[in-house]
């Protein structure tokens, strides 16, 4: 009898309470900040492309989801910082997990996660999705690649702009105090979190980064063995399984 009553005591309780339910879709709630999502190709802050084609991504995932085939820049067809980029990218939707084991495997943090979840369709072609669905849009001082590199004279010095934020400038324009933003940045990766506060309130613009902790890396673009292939076959879209 008395556990009937607790039993009913619960029920009561539940009657009154707020309603918690979200009408979706008309209704949507924001994800938790660190939410895996569908990915994103992000950009460095002159607009090339952060992926080298290195299909490290692809070799991480457990679930043969990604496919990468990597090609050469060239001096008239620049699309990353580096000697490669990536030529074809394709996720395959139907198989990814959503585990971010891809994101961590990545050395330029080219690849990351948003907090984009509608990801369902009636159409399996449509749930593979290319490079350019997957590249971050161009934001204000971002230029469409294929273009030559507009951060600095050389390579460091383009790492060690673009991990600053700063935004995209004639080349020529940038070269001349890119010493002077080099050393900058360079005394800021002591301090990672003043360096990021410090050259933004000189260069950066507030929308020239698509991800967080992009100034981690450096000196990207140069591993060997690109191009490789994993043998898994391409996942072109007439080909979808
Ligand atoms: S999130 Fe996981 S399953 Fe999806 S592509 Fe990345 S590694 Fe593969
Ligand atoms: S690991 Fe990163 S850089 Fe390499 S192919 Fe994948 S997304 Fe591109």
């Not at 900040?33 to 190709?41: A, E």
């Not at 673009?221 to 690109?226: D, L, T």
């Amino acid at each position: 009898m008395l556990d009937s009553l607790k039993g009913f005591g619960v029920t009561f309780h539940e009657m009154f309470r707020k309603v918690d339910t979200v009408q979706y879709p008309e209704g949507k709630r924001p994800p938790a900040p660190r939410f895996h999502g569908r990915h994103q190709l992000n950009r460095w802050p002159d607009g090339l492309e952060k992926c080298i084609g290195c299909e490290l991504c692809a070799w991480a995932c457990p679930a043969d989801a990604i496919y990468v085939e990597g090609a050469d820049n060239t001096e008239d067809g620049r699309y990353s910082p580096g000697e490669r980029y990536g030529h074809v990218y394709q996720i395959n939707y139907l198989r990814c997990i959503l585990c971010g084991l891809c994101v961590e495997a990545c050395p330029t943090r080219a690849l990351t996660m948003t907090g984009e979840y509608e990801l369902a369709d009636d159409n399996r072609e449509t749930l593979i999705w290319t490079k350019e669905q997957l590249l971050a849009p161009l934001e204000q001082g971002m230029e469409a690649p294929p273009h030559p590199m507009r951060l600095g004279s050389d390579e460091k010095d383009y790492y060690d702009l673009g991990s600053a934020g700063v935004v995209g400038r004639a080349t020529g324009d940038a070269a001349d105090d890119a010493g002077h933003a080099a050393d900058h940045t360079g005394r800021a990766a002591d301090d990672t979190g003043h360096a990021a506060d410090d050259a933004a309130s000189s260069r950066r613009d507030s929308g020239a980064s698509q991800e967080s902790g992009q100034g981690k890396e450096s000196g990207q673009g140069k591993q060997s063995g690109q191009g490789k292939q994993s043998g898994r076959g391409s996942m072109q879209r007439e080909g979808a399984t």
